[in-house]
């Protein structure tokens, strides 16, 4: 009876700090939009860059090929770039 007892009252404690906030509304409301964009065109992006290097390296022979060539001129281009 005694831990019916204190779940009930924790549970009643907690419920009533999500009341307080607003909700799970309020929790939408404070999403950082431009991070979340941030994200997800980092994700779209690196993506493409792996599809992109994987026809590189197919393109050069796959693994039988020159990888090392390969991923140090995509490296070169990259320092050139960034």
């Not at 994200?39 to 980092?42: L, M, R």
């Given at each position: 009876m005694q831990l019916q007892t204190a779940l009930k009252s924790s549970t009643a404690g907690s419920?009533?700090?999500l009341k307080a906030r607003g909700g799970a509304l309020d929790a939408l409301k404070n999403?950082?939009?431009p991070l979340l964009l941030y994200?997800?065109?980092?994700y779209v992006g690196n993506y493409y860059y792996n599809i992109t290097n994987k026809l590189a390296?197919?393109?050069?022979g796959g693994s039988a090929g020159f990888p090392m060539t390969i991923s140090s001129l995509q490296l070169a281009v990259?320092?050139?770039y960034g």
């Open positions: 419920s009533g700090v999403v950082d939009i994200f997800v065109f980092w390296l197919k393109a050069a990259g320092c050139l």
